[in-house]
């Protein structure tokens, strides 16, 4: 059972050892990148936003005058 035990507990071991190993290898973006993205996808959000909220009241409108509501 002993037996048992360590090898779970190295595998654990390995798991996280290999984990920290892989997380060294990216290329993690600089602040300015991080905040540059941010703001594109935020505006892209935003405009995306309005044009589907005026496509909804668009097909709203003509749904209510074809229906006669």
């Given at each position: 059972?002993?037996?048992?035990?360590?090898?779970?507990?190295?595998?654990?071991q390995?798991?996280f050892?290999e984990t920290?190993?892989?997380?060294?290898?990216?290329a993690?973006?600089s602040?300015?990148e991080?905040?540059?993205?941010?703001?594109?996808?935020?505006?892209v959000?935003?405009?995306m936003?309005i044009?589907?909220?005026?496509?909804?009241?668009?097909?709203?409108?003509?749904?209510?005058?074809?229906?006669g509501?």
């Open positions: 059972m002993a037996e048992k035990d360590k090898k779970k507990q190295n595998a654990i390995a798991y050892r920290v190993g892989e997380l060294r290898k990216v993690w973006p602040r300015r991080v905040t540059q993205l941010t703001g594109i996808v935020l505006a959000m935003f405009v936003g044009i589907l909220g005026v496509t909804d009241g668009g097909a709203r409108e003509i749904l209510n005058l074809v229906l509501f």
